[in-house]
């Protein structure tokens, strides 16, 4: 079946660092992709998706572009701040399939 | 729009209870789901439901039972708590198509003791 792989961390950054969390996907036919945060106590949030090859999605500085040819999905930030600490969750949804999650990167950014 | 909302927020059962999360959008989407997260585990799929009346298993539905009698609610019901079924909850809701994101709710915590 489907699955997502992503770097499981923790990841530890200092602010104004440079992010970038791998995640790579297999599935059959052409799946949309999707990058989620959850900040602690709380639910998951939609940070950004890309649904065809060489989209980029982007938002709040994160982007991630939809890399067929690698079937990647790497997300990206230039410049990281405390408030960004979160987990990251990479996901896939293919056509009549439920979504498919990735484990989760722990992402803690030190002043 | 309230978006998807879950009740209750906390919740402790003595082992063999039983006890209904509830679950409802209001954003006439027609594909629920239900999820838990355990610490290093990610999210494992319970149940989901893809219109009213239609339901299906996930991952790991031993131990709980769901409904969709309408578009809005799909409750989940834990039928004899155990201190497995410790965890958090997420109910989840979207369109159908491959296209759109799911929306998540804030998450039922419980404690079975």
């Known amino acids: 079946g489907d699955s997502v792989t992503q770097m499981e961390g923790p990841v530890t950054l200092s602010e104004e660092a440079f992010l970038t969390i791998n995640c790579t996907y297999t599935?059959?036919?052409?799946?949309?992709l999707f990058w989620y945060v959850q900040y602690p106590g709380e639910g998951l949030q939609l940070l950004l998706k890309a649904t065809k090859a060489d989209d980029k999605g982007s938002n709040k500085g994160f982007e991630a572009t939809y890399r067929k040819e690698t079937t990647s999905f790497h997300l990206e930030k230039g410049s990281v701040q405390v408030s960004d600490s979160a987990v990251y969750f990479c996901?896939?949804?293919?056509?009549?399939?439920?979504?498919?999650f990735g484990p989760g990167t722990r992402l803690s950014v030190l002043p | 729009n309230a978006g998807v909302t879950q009740t209750p927020k906390f919740q402790v059962l003595k082992t063999g209870q039983s006890m209904t999360l509830q679950c409802a959008q209001d954003?006439?989407?027609?594909?629920m789901s239900w999820y838990r997260q355990d610490p290093g585990m990610g999210l494992r799929l319970i149940h989901y439901?893809?219109?009213?009346?239609?339901?299906d298993q996930g991952e790991v539905p031993n131990g709980y039972n769901v409904s969709r009698s309408t578009t809005e609610d799909f409750p989940l019901r834990l039928l004899s708590a155990a201190p497995s079924q410790t965890s958090v909850y997420f109910c989840?809701?979207?369109?159908?198509?491959?296209?759109?994101?799911?929306?998540f709710g804030p998450g039922t915590r419980l404690t079975v003791t």
């Open positions: 954003m006439n989407h027609e594909y």
């Open positions: 996901a896939l949804r293919n056509y009549g399939q439920n979504f498919v």
């Open positions: 989840a809701s979207s369109y159908g198509d491959r296209g759109y994101e799911q929306y």
């Open positions: 439901s893809v219109g009213a009346g239609i339901t």
């Open positions: 599935a059959t036919g052409y799946p949309s």
